[in-house]
């Protein structure tokens, strides 16, 4: 690896390296130490190949997810059976995973902004900007972007666009899954809201058990399944179809976002 080497989006990949193995250090007693990270299915991340690869999963928080996810992802790279256990797999990490992010979460701040040159694929909300509903037609860029980083590497992608669960999914991801047919990953994650802010910064309560459930690639008949049906393939997949909510009690759901609403960071 020469020293000045770049990455597609133009990124010194010496650079990029050091962030992430300091943003690991940093994060990783958030999952083993002040909280516990139970993870399942390390096994599945060992067989993806280095490219075109689409991990989508459900959002709790903005940062602590992707903070997770590569924690696990380089663990298991680097030998590990479903555990973070020893940092040591920070100094050779894989360095072309991305993660796809709103422009203006990842312009907010300067953790963001050091986030972002880390592997952030910074898109344009189509659908919410500053809080307010909005209709924007989808930028080509950042359709072109993500594939960019789906021909180099890895992609993380949280399809419902928000941290409030049972949104709907996006229908740009099943667009992007058309056009690319990439591996499809689904993760499940769940506990991160409730360790921490909304934003995945500030650790709100320690002893949690967080949960982080890897699952086999989703099968895709990318010639005929439409985009309402992978649509629902990664509803179901994420565990974030409709037809959950049957299987939970109301009075647990509205408990529980009170409870977020008590949670979230106010500065």
């Not at 380089?74 to 360095?95: E, H």
């Not at 058309?178 to 909304?198: A, E, L, M, Q, T």
Request: hydrophobic share 40%; charged share 25%.
């Amino acid at each position: 690896m020469t020293l000045f080497k770049k990455n597609p989006f133009g990124h010194t990949i010496f650079l990029k390296l050091w962030l992430i193995r300091i943003a690991g250090l940093l994060t990783h007693r958030r999952f083993k130490g002040f909280n516990d990270l139970q993870i399942h299915g390390s096994e599945i991340l060992k067989e993806l190949p280095e490219t075109n690869v689409l991990f989508v999963s459900n959002h709790q928080t903005y940062f602590a997810d992707v903070a997770a996810m590569l924690h696990v992802f380089n663990a298991s790279l680097s030998g590990r059976d479903d555990s973070i256990k020893n940092v040591g797999y920070l100094w050779r990490p894989k360095l072309n995973i991305y993660f796809v992010a709103a422009k203006e979460t990842m312009k907010s701040g300067l953790l963001p902004k050091i986030l972002a040159y880390a592997g952030s694929i910074s898109i344009e909300r189509t659908w919410r900007e500053k809080g307010q509903e909005v209709n924007k037609q989808v930028k080509m860029s950042d359709v072109s972007n993500i594939t960019k980083a789906l021909d180099d590497g890895w992609v993380i992608t949280f399809p419902q666009g928000t941290t409030k669960p049972w949104k709907p999914i996006r229908r740009g991801t099943a667009h992007i899954i058309k056009k690319n047919r990439p591996i499809v990953v689904p993760i499940v994650i769940d506990g991160f809201r409730r360790s921490f802010d909304k934003k995945g910064i500030r650790i709100k309560k320690r002893g949690i058990l967080q949960t982080f459930d890897i699952k086999p690639p989703l099968e895709i008949d990318y010639e005929n399944d439409s985009v309402n049906d992978i649509v629902e393939k990664l509803e179901y997949a994420i565990e974030q179809h409709p037809s959950f909510l049957k299987v939970i009690p109301s009075k647990e759901l509205l408990s529980e976002e009170e409870l977020n609403k008590q949670r979230e960071w106010r500065y």
